[in-house]
């Protein structure tokens, strides 16, 4: 089943930078990709970035790209989220989620719908 357990999220200003980092248990890094998905209030889950399992090939959201980075760290058990840059609208609950699931691309598993493992949630607010 494995467990996952968020770390970092807290309160930014526009423009500076932030780092979550995900403590995965009782799951394959080889076999898992893991993605990091936000939550605004009255919105649905998205997908922000994901990285595959035993691979570096990751899938970020286009409002992220050249801000976000996803690092993984197999010794530790850590999954990364960088963030730099932030906006407003980064603003919500951050998840990383686990899925043994395989779409033939990274960008078509990063899907909420095939993550069944979650942890659970790190709020992170970008206000002045």
């Known amino acids: 089943q494995g467990q996952?357990?968020?770390?970092?999220?807290?309160?930014?200003?526009?423009?500076?930078?932030l780092r979550l980092s995900c403590e995965?248990?009782?799951?394959?890094?080889?076999l898992n990709s893991i993605?990091?998905?936000r939550?605004?209030?009255?919105?649905?889950?998205?997908?922000?970035?994901?990285?595959?399992?035993g691979s570096t090939d990751a899938y970020y959201l286009d409002s992220v790209k050249d801000?976000?980075?996803i690092t993984r760290d197999n010794a530790k058990r850590l999954v990364y989220l960088q963030m730099n840059n932030m906006k407003p609208d980064d603003t919500g609950v951050y998840f990383c989620g686990a899925t043994s699931a395989w779409l033939g691309?990274?960008?078509?598993?990063?899907?909420?719908?095939?993550?069944?493992?979650?942890?659970?949630?790190?709020?992170?607010?970008?206000?002045?």
């Open 67 to 69: 801000r976000f980075t």
């Open 35 to 37: 993605g990091w998905f």
């Open 39 to 53: 939550q605004a209030p009255g919105k649905e889950r998205e997908p922000v970035t994901c990285i595959r399992g």
């Open 24 to 30: 995965i248990s009782g799951l394959s890094l080889d």
């Open 105 to 128: 691309t990274i960008e078509a598993t990063c899907a909420t719908r095939y993550f069944r493992t979650w942890g659970q949630g790190s709020q992170v607010t970008v206000s002045s």
């Open 4 to 17: 996952l357990v968020e770390f970092g999220g807290g309160l930014v200003q526009p423009g500076g930078s």
